[in-house]
């Protein structure tokens, strides 16, 4: 990511340096790898560190990044009371972008694609069942 291109590559760049403002390089490396999957930075011994705890997978994005992005930036629009229509729209718009900046893995991909029709549905006259949402959305965190 960080030697490609265009528009995805320069925002990728802004928010890579924009993590890291005001920290250690250490703790920079853990925010960057923990928002963009990005671990070229860290020290091999915190890389370690994080492998002999088990907790490697907090520093690559996942299905869950994408489920707890998309959830705040939907609940977080509606305290300005915008339709649920436009709530969506912005939810699904910003929700691809950030999938593209951080390189879009397949895991995160997946969750974006089940999230796109679940935030879809009732822009498409169909209805959300709370039960099936929520274990969709639970199966996404946990793949």
Same mark, same amino acid.
């Given at each position: 990511?960080?030697?490609?291109?265009?528009?995805?590559?320069?925002?990728?760049?802004?928010?890579?340096?924009?993590?890291?403002?005001?920290?250690?390089?250490?703790?920079?490396?853990?925010?960057?790898?923990?928002?963009?999957? #990005?671990? @070229?930075?860290?020290?091999?011994?915190?890389?370690?560190?994080?492998?002999?705890?088990?907790? =490697?997978? *907090? %520093? $690559?994005?996942?299905?869950?990044?994408?489920?707890?992005?998309?959830?705040?930036?939907?609940?977080?629009?509606?305290?300005?009371?915008?339709?649920?229509?436009?709530?969506?729209?912005?939810?699904?718009?910003?929700?691809?972008? #950030?999938? @593209?900046?951080?390189?879009?893995?397949?895991?995160?991909?997946?969750?974006?694609?089940?999230? =796109?029709? *679940? %935030? $879809?549905?009732?822009?498409?006259?169909?209805?959300?069942?709370?039960?099936?949402?929520?274990?969709?959305?639970?199966?996404?965190?946990?793949?």
């Amino acid at each position: 990511m960080g030697e490609e291109r265009g528009w995805i590559g320069q925002v990728h760049r802004r928010t890579d340096v924009a993590l890291g403002y005001g920290l250690r390089p250490r703790e920079a490396a853990v925010v960057r790898g923990m928002v963009l999957g #990005y671990r @070229l930075l860290m020290p091999e011994e915190l890389e370690k560190s994080f492998q002999r705890s088990g907790i =490697t997978h *907090v %520093l $690559a994005i996942s299905g869950q990044h994408v489920v707890i992005l998309a959830a705040v930036i939907y609940l977080a629009i509606r305290i300005f009371g915008l339709p649920p229509t436009l709530r969506a729209g912005v939810t699904m718009g910003l929700m691809w972008v #950030y999938i @593209l900046i951080a390189g879009a893995p397949p895991s995160a991909i997946r969750a974006g694609v089940v999230a =796109t029709f *679940v %935030l $879809a549905a009732p822009l498409l006259g169909r209805q959300v069942s709370p039960l099936h949402f929520m274990t969709t959305m639970l199966a996404l965190v946990l793949a």
